[in-house]
């Protein structure tokens, strides 16, 4: 009955492929749902909410995204730092499309240089620098900017990938404190 499930569950993710592949997203989503009922892993879970979450995006369905994040960070087994990095941004990205704009700036502070170009067919390290950077600045108070942004290791390993928008964090910052300084 295990081979069985598996072979039903392996079926519908060929055929949400297939969907997906045509550009028939609502069907694409609707089989890799269907593989729910098949599960035997916790990497079979992770799976099926990677496929469902970039459906969404494509599809513009924040919260669905959101949930999808959710459910994958929930799995029993441990993610890889990968698996990891991919839900941070995309949650971010689902939370810039819901105005959240502070939530989406912790997202992105958050997410681990391990995205690297792992995912780029929803978004790329430089939009994770630009997005977060600039909610970081509209939404964080300045010592929160020198801490979650400008010390972060993990943010400062997409920064130094792209200088000039770490020099528009460091310009911004820097002459915030040296309006204040000047200020007193």
């Not at 009955?1 to 694409?28: K, P, Q, V, W």
Request: glycine content about 8%; overall charge negative; some cysteine.
């Amino acid at each position: 009955t295990c081979l069985h499930g598996e072979s039903i569950r392996i079926c519908y993710n060929d055929l949400g492929d297939f969907y997906y592949s045509h550009g028939r997203l609502t069907e694409a989503f609707k089989s890799y749902i269907k593989t729910e009922e098949y599960f035997s892993a916790s990497e079979h879970v992770v799976q099926m909410c990677m496929k469902a979450i970039l459906i969404s995006v494509e599809l513009g369905h924040n919260v669905r995204v959101l949930n999808f994040v959710s459910k994958a960070q929930g799995c029993q087994d441990p993610l890889s730092p990968i698996a990891i990095a991919k839900l941070q941004a995309v949650a971010g990205l689902a939370r810039l499309g819901r105005k959240e704009y502070k939530l989406a700036a912790q997202e992105f502070l958050e997410t681990g240089p391990e995205l690297g170009s792992n995912y780029s067919e929803v978004i790329a390290a430089q939009d994770v620098a630009t997005y977060g950077s600039l909610c970081a600045l509209a939404f964080l108070n300045y010592s929160d900017i020198k801490m979650k942004v400008i010390e972060n290791a993990k943010f400062g390993s997409f920064l130094s990938l792209f200088p000039e928008i770490r020099g528009l964090v460091n310009d911004f910052y820097y002459r915030l404190h040296g309006i204040i300084i000047y200020c007193f």
